[in-house]
């Protein structure tokens, strides 16, 4: 019973992190590579989202045994975020400059209000 819980509801979680680093990489990993030919990125591109949905889908359909559509879509933002700050600093080799923080918290925030029981 414990394992099944904890598989449910953090299954969903993991695999949605996996998803989220392929799709940071299939969206924005190009942008080191601007004299590839757009074509070949686009291929490339194409070819890792493949991986994404192989982890996202799953998620989704573990996940919509304990979360509702709006839950695991609040779970997924929050998840990109935190994976497209890190991926920006360290691949990107972007700042991540105060108001990038202030304005995923807010997002962050609106966790609060989805998942609050009212």
């Not at 990489?25 to 991986?51: D, E, M, P, Q």
């Not at 990038?100 to 989805?114: C, E, K, Q």
Request: hydrophobic share 60%.
């Amino acid at each position: 019973m414990y394992n099944n819980f904890m598989f449910k509801n953090f299954a969903p979680i993991i695999l949605l992190t996996i998803s989220n680093v392929f799709m940071t990489f299939a969206w924005y990993g190009h942008l080191r590579h601007k004299s590839t030919a757009l074509w070949i990125v686009i291929l490339v591109s194409w070819g890792i989202a493949f991986f994404e949905y192989c982890f996202q889908v799953p998620a989704n359909r573990i996940g919509h045994a304990v979360y509702n559509a709006a839950q695991l879509k609040t779970i997924q933002e929050i998840i990109t975020l935190i994976v497209f700050s890190v991926f920006s600093v360290l691949y990107l080799k972007e700042e991540l400059k105060w108001n990038y923080v202030v304005g995923f918290l807010f997002i962050i925030l609106a966790a609060f209000f989805i998942f609050k029981k009212w």
